[in-house]
C-alpha cells in the first residue's frame, strides 16, 4: 500500500477481490469516487459500491458487510 502525498492519489488492495484499486482524493463526492474506482474491481465484486475512502481501512469481512447493508437499502445497484 503506497500512498503519495501532494498529488492525493492512493493505492490499496481491494479486501474482497484483491484487485489494486487507485483513486485519487481530488473527487470529493462519494459517488465521484465509487464512480472511478468501479471499473478497477474484479468482475461481480460486492465492494464495487464502497466508497474507496472507507473500503480501504476494511477487512474482507467488513467490506462484505458493507456491502450487504448498501444492497439492502438499493444503494448501487449491483
Do not use: N
Not at 498529488?7 to 483513486?23: E, L
Not at 465521484?32 to 466508497?51: G, K, M, N
Not at 476494511?58 to 458487510?65: I, P, S, Y
Amino acid at each position: 500500500m503506497s500512498v503519495k502525498f501532494g498529488g492525493q492519489s492512493y493505492h490499496f488492495q481491494c479486501p474482497v477481490c484483491d484487485a489494486a484499486i487507485k483513486w485519487s482524493a481530488m473527487q470529493r463526492r462519494p459517488e465521484q469516487r465509487i464512480a472511478l474506482v468501479a471499473s478497477q474491481h474484479e468482475r461481480r465484486c460486492p465492494a464495487i459500491t464502497i466508497d474507496p475512502s472507507r473500503l480501504r481501512h476494511l477487512t474482507r469481512d467488513q467490506a462484505l458487510g458493507e456491502a450487504a447493508r448498501l444492497r439492502a437499502e438499493g444503494v448501487g445497484g449491483r
